[in-house]
């Protein structure tokens, strides 16, 4: 089975900060890479797939790159809508499996 | 535009079995796969299984293997996850999310089902 891991699992930033989030795979899966972000009580929302393709209506504000094992997700300025738990998936086989979640709340 | 709904909240007793529903509407139901993903309190994602009515086909995490059953019925383009055995552990909030065939990708997502097992 292919690990994922996330780095940081949580972090405290302002408004208006750059964050990244940093996932990783055990094994190279080439640009297989999904992105979810959720908040509390709610269902993950999909945001980014093939590592770096916003979904539609996603804000262009999310950003992702990476390829092999190693993946990031960015975003350029953190709004207020944007504090949740995010979730990084790889889709290159199965079983499929999730980092374990970056928090990303307020400073 | 597709939409998932899933069944209401369970509370089961430890070695029962419980049983969630997840009906799509929009879009094609046997074209598409079916996944669940559950989250323990306060945990991350689990992912449980995929069935794929167009292709008769399901696949489960290892660790569920023997335990869960995902069956699909066109006729009301609903797909039933079945957790049997169940123990403590088992208590989350279950997902079932919409996955395209070929990409993995779990869009949309149900609203989630509480299952609580406690004696």
């Known amino acids: 089975d292919i690990q994922m891991s996330q780095s940081p699992s949580s972090l405290s930033a302002s408004v208006g900060d750059r964050v990244t989030i940093t996932c990783r795979a055990s094994?190279?899966?080439?640009?297989?890479l999904n992105w979810y972000q959720q908040k509390p009580g709610k269902a993950p929302k999909f945001l980014i797939y093939?590592?770096?393709t916003l979904q539609s209506g996603v804000p262009s504000r999310f950003s992702g790159s990476g390829s092999g094992t190693d993946f990031t997700l960015t975003i350029s300025s953190l709004q207020p809508e944007d504090f949740a738990t995010y979730y990084c998936?790889?889709?290159?086989?199965?079983?499929?499996?999730f980092g374990g979640g970056t928090k990303v709340d307020i400073k | 535009q597709v939409h998932l709904v899933q069944s209401g909240a369970e509370v089961k007793k430890p070695g029962s079995s419980v049983r969630v529903s997840c009906k799509v509407s929009?879009?094609?139901?046997?074209?598409?796969?079916i996944t669940w993903v559950r989250q323990a309190p306060g945990q991350g994602l689990e992912w449980m299984g995929v069935?794929?009515?167009?292709?008769?086909?399901?696949n489960f995490a290892q660790k569920l293997q023997g335990r869960v059953t995902l069956t699909a019925d066109e006729s009301t383009s609903t797909v039933h996850m079945e957790l049997r055995s169940l123990r403590s552990e088992d208590t989350a909030v279950y997902y079932c999310?919409?996955?395209?065939?070929?990409?993995?990708?779990?869009?949309?997502w149900g609203q989630g089902t509480l299952v609580t097992v406690s004696s």
């Open positions: 069935i794929i009515p167009i292709l008769d086909s399901t």
């Open positions: 093939d590592a770096s």
């Open positions: 999310a919409r996955v395209s065939v070929g990409t993995w990708r779990f869009d949309p």
């Open positions: 998936q790889q889709s290159y086989s199965v079983p499929l499996t």
């Open positions: 094994q190279s899966i080439a640009t297989f």
């Open positions: 929009g879009g094609t139901f046997s074209s598409n796969g």
